[in-house]
């Protein structure tokens, strides 16, 4: 039987890329996204054959998340694959940073856990930019701390956000990846036997990446692909090598 992949922020950039090599690779896709969620879900059935379907997900939103886990629970889908992959950059506030990089990817976690089979995967899109080399002494030390909690995680990140972003030594994205990667280690262990990994796809060739960056969209979808299919878990990597964070 096919296996079953959501990828969020799946209509352009990195994800769509993704979705397509997935789909061309036998899987059933799920392309979640806030815009033209069918309309690529339609494009990228003609280019490839394969099978997918939209669905629309913003990852800020908690209605939005819930009625899209509502939907694919009445379709009784179950999931494989969950790829964190929606991101900004340089788009927004601190908050609305924070709110789609870190609690994003928490959100959609959380609200698709039921739907996630026991040998599924997760993915969260990571950048080196979350490097914890990038913070100040203390807030590298709390990340990397095995005793943090989720809670407690979940906690300074609304803390970040209260102080506009200030006080880590990093802006709110290279934050906001920091701990994405801390949750990863949180979440690989409170939702063991699924295996929950972040990956990075360097510096990449798309809106966010701008013409300029030395890798192309099919070389950072490679790099984030590794976690679909990863057999570690509670791990950083990039091109299928495990980096420190
Ligand atoms: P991109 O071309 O700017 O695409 C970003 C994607 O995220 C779009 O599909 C966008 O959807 C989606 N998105 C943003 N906010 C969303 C929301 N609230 N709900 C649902 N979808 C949302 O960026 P990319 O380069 O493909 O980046 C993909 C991931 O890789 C991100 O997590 C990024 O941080 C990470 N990354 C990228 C690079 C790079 O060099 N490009 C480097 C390191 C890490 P809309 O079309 O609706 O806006």
Same mark, same amino acid.
């Given at each position: 039987m096919a296996k079953t992949a959501l990828v969020t922020g799946g209509n352009r950039g990195i994800g769509q890329q993704l979705a397509r090599e997935l789909a061309?690779?036998?899987?059933?896709?799920?392309?979640?996204?806030?815009t033209n969620a069918n309309a690529t879900a339609t494009r990228l059935r003609k280019d490839t054959g394969g099978r997918l379907r939209g669905v629309e997900l913003d990852v800020t939103s908690d209605d939005s998340?819930?009625?899209?886990?509502?939907?694919?629970?009445?379709?009784?889908?179950r !999931?494989?694959?969950?790829?964190?992959?929606?991101? !900004?950059?340089?788009?927004?506030?601190?908050?609305l940073t924070m709110e789609t990089n870190f609690f994003g990817p928490l959100r959609v976690t959380l609200a698709m856990k039921p739907l996630l089979r026991d040998d599924a995967t997760i993915t969260n899109v990571t950048s080196g930019l979350g490097a914890l080399a990038n913070l100040d002494e203390a807030h590298r030390r709390l990340l990397r701390d095995p005793a943090l909690t989720r809670e407690a995680?979940?906690?300074?990140?609304?803390?970040?956000?209260?102080?506009?972003?200030?006080?880590? =030594?990093?802006?709110?994205? =290279?934050?906001?990846k920091a701990a994405l990667n801390a949750l990863t280690r949180i979440l690989a262990s409170e939702l063991a036997p699924i295996r929950v990994n972040s990956t990075c796809p360097g510096w990449v060739r798309s809106d966010m990446g701008g013409r300029n960056a030395p890798r192309s969209?099919?070389?950072?979808?490679?790099?984030?692909?590794?976690?679909?299919?990863?057999?570690?878990?509670?791990?950083?990597?990039?091109?299928?090598?495990?980096?420190?964070?």
């Open positions: 061309e690779g036998g899987w059933d896709v799920l392309i979640g996204a806030r998340v819930a009625t899209c886990a509502q939907k694919l629970r009445d379709g009784a889908i !999931i494989d694959a969950l790829v964190n992959n929606a991101g !900004i950059y340089g788009k927004g506030d601190t908050a995680l979940v906690d300074h990140m609304h803390a970040f956000v209260r102080a506009g972003g200030r006080g880590w =030594g990093t802006d709110a994205y =290279g934050v906001s969209l099919e070389e950072g979808s490679a790099s984030v692909r590794f976690g679909v299919t990863a057999t570690q878990t509670g791990k950083v990597f990039r091109d299928g090598e495990e980096i420190a964070f």
